[in-house]
């Protein structure tokens, strides 16, 4: 058996990360993985987490499963956290998931479930395991135009005549903010018309939101999200705590829907339990119980705020500061674009020529397509960048 296993291509990402740890130069420079880190290269541990965790391994008194679906504690806090008042409660479903990548898995068995012919429409570029997921599980699949090279900003009259095509009961991805791997977010005004569109034609929106409270705050980051909830009978949502709570390795996420009724909610939520039995049965709980407790406490929600909101505009800051730096080099505006983008990414528009060069001359390593990861970078390698760039004539 296992002599017929087709030998599958390298990841990407992990093959850069390799080249990167391979490289015996001291001022090299990682831009590629995407994982949150400070000025001094580390992701830490919040703080809110680590009183979390202290107060978790004083107070928890048994390591039994809790249940299908998680903790009925987490999940609602997770959904009061994406949704908000936006939609009653009584129409939402919950389970929770190993991480964001989890939860987009179980989204798309639940697709799968319910229709089998149902498309899945994909923004071009979008995240790759999204890409990868749907195949394997073979979903028809089709793409929308999103980004424009050229402004670097979102062509949004492609995605809508691209769109036009979607049919009822079709699932349409959308970042629900830091889009990635462009950076390129939709305005409030382009969510509505995406709300519109997808009211007349009867597609289901499925949100991935993995980076709320990264972009422009935890409440404007999904306030796109909360618009189409409000508006749309059903939606499909995977959420991830891995980059607002900092807790990667633990796997926390949650899959929601949203229902037209109770009674779609209540046999939405049961599928959930059963999709989570067939896969890996009870989910991971010591991430989703550290961050219910932060969610629920008000001292530690403060905190856990307080230092998101200092990791936000630490990005912001380097944003400015990489657009300040190749204005100056460049003596144009073709770089603005850093500044406008949120989260931790954007697409630099480099050929692969220069993004071979960047990792070869100077030690700079970020993926094939030229996405960087913002928060790789840190006062003193922004202008190592920026120079770089202007060496290889991006």
């Excluded at 409440?219 to 990667?248: I, Q, T």
């Excluded at 899959?255 to 059963?274: C, H, I």
């Excluded at 480099?350 to 970020?366: F, N, T, W």
């Amino acid at each position: 058996m296992l002599s017929e296993l087709t030998p599958q291509p390298a990841d990407k990402i992990l093959e850069l990360m390799q080249l990167y740890r391979d490289d015996p130069r001291e001022g090299k420079v990682d831009l590629g993985v995407g994982v949150y880190k400070d000025a001094d290269g580390r992701t830490p541990v919040m703080r809110a987490v680590k009183a979390a965790e202290r107060r978790l391994v004083e107070t928890q008194e048994t390591k039994a499963y809790t249940g299908l679906a998680g903790d009925p504690a987490f999940t609602e806090a997770m959904r009061r956290l994406v949704l908000g008042d936006a939609v009653e409660a009584g129409r939402v479903a919950v389970a929770a998931t190993p991480g964001g990548t989890g939860a987009i898995r179980q989204g798309l068995e639940l697709m799968r479930y319910a229709d089998k012919d149902a498309t899945i429409w994909i923004s071009s570029p979008t995240w790759p395991n999204h890409l990868t997921i749907v195949k394997y599980l073979g979903i028809p699949m089709r793409e929308y135009r999103y980004f424009d090279g050229e402004s670097r900003g979102v062509d949004f009259a492609g995605m809508m005549e691209d769109l036009k095509g979607v049919k009822a009961g079709d699932l349409v991805l959308l970042h629900g903010c830091c889009h990635n791997p462009t950076g390129a977010n939709l305005t409030v005004e382009e969510w509505a018309s995406v709300a519109a569109l997808l009211e007349a034609t009867g597609a289901v929106p499925f949100i991935d939101i993995a980076y709320q409270g990264f972009g422009d705050g935890l409440d404007a980051d999904v306030e796109g999200v909360r618009l189409l909830a409000g508006r749309l009978p059903e939606m499909v949502l995977a959420a991830s705590c891995s980059k607002n709570f900092g807790v990667y390795r633990e796997r926390t996420g949650v899959l929601m829907t949203v229902a037209r009724n109770g009674a779609d909610r209540d046999s939405a939520q049961a599928t959930l339990a059963f999709l989570n039995r067939q896969n890996y049965s009870f989910p991971p709980d010591h991430g989703a119980r550290v961050v219910q407790m932060i969610l629920d406490d008000d001292d530690l929600r403060a905190d856990w705020q307080e230092e998101l909101e200092d990791v936000r505009l630490g990005m912001l800051d380097l944003r400015q500061q990489l657009a300040a730096e190749l204005r100056q080099r460049t003596n144009s505006d073709r770089f603005d674009f850093v500044a406008q983008h949120r989260g931790m990414f954007s697409r630099l528009g480099c050929s692969p020529e220069q993004v071979m060069a960047l990792r070869k001359d100077h030690g700079i390593y970020m993926v094939g397509d030229s996405r960087i990861n913002i928060a790789g970078l840190n006062a003193r390698t922004v202008p190592v960048l920026a120079e770089a760039l202007v060496a290889v004539g991006a």
